[in-house]
């Protein structure tokens, strides 16, 4: 199972048995015996020029029936719960739809003072925290076709970035620190930050947020984006991504 695992981990398309041993600590002889089997079950092939091995096709088979069976809120329910619960504010699962984004779940914490989100109901790419952090990370292509389409940015809030260069900036300065930050661009005395989600292709299939009272929360929204990436780094370990 190590040298199955070493194939998902290393980041190379193919390993040769030298490098396996090296990198486990195994004796060659015992690396042979052990691709010998796995070639056997299709879990891994070999080159015959090369001698060089890579995951086969019973091995991607079985990626597939993961990610058949993976359940975005599912995956997504603790982490929420954590955020949550560590940083006394609410915490949301967003998902998109187009050129729309909405939230799919929410835990929100116990407190007199707080912010709740309403559930499906979409939002434009460009307004919020969430949807902006969506926007970002979508291809350069889409991100070009997003703001060509939607030449006149509409409004949610007066706070709402509506100018097509000072968004392109934003998007820019998200890019560089992994998160999107909001205050009052999607709804008024609320500020927020959200992180992406990626799937094992690296594309950004999700969107969790941390959002509270702009009063409370502003302060406090750089020492909380941390834990935010975190927490969206370990969602996205589990549906295969792994960063570069």
Avoid: W
Wanted: proline residues 5%; hydrophobic residues 45%.
């Amino acid at each position: 199972m190590d040298v199955l695992l070493l194939f998902g981990r290393v980041g190379r398309p193919d390993l040769g048995v030298t490098e396996i041993a090296a990198e486990l600590g195994l004796t060659k002889a015992a690396v042979h015996r052990i691709l010998t089997a796995l070639r056997n079950r299709d879990l891994v092939a070999v080159d015959p020029t090369t001698r060089r091995y890579a995951l086969g096709h019973a091995a991607v088979a079985l990626g597939r029936a993961y990610l058949a069976r993976t359940d975005l809120r599912a995956i997504a329910a603790p982490e929420l719960r954590g955020l949550s619960a560590e940083t006394g504010e609410t915490a949301t699962l967003s998902i998109r739809r187009g050129d729309m984004r909405l939230y799919a779940d929410q835990v929100v914490p116990e407190q007199e003072l707080r912010l709740e989100v309403q559930l499906g109901t979409p939002y434009p790419l460009h307004a919020g925290a969430s949807s902006k952090a969506f926007l970002a990370f979508l291809g350069a292509d889409e991100i070009e076709y997003y703001l060509d389409q939607h030449a006149e940015l509409e409004p949610v809030t007066d706070k709402t970035i509506v100018d097509a260069k000072a968004l392109r900036l934003e998007i820019a300065a998200i890019q560089r620190r992994g998160y999107a930050t909001s205050l009052g661009e999607r709804k008024i005395g609320a500020a927020s930050i959200a992180a992406p989600v990626f799937d094992h292709d690296g594309h950004v299939i999700a969107v969790l947020s941390l959002a509270g009272p702009l009063s409370r929360f502003k302060p406090r929204m750089s020492e909380c984006a941390d834990t935010l990436l975190a927490a969206a780094g370990r969602v996205s370990a589990h549906l295969g991504y792994a960063p570069s």
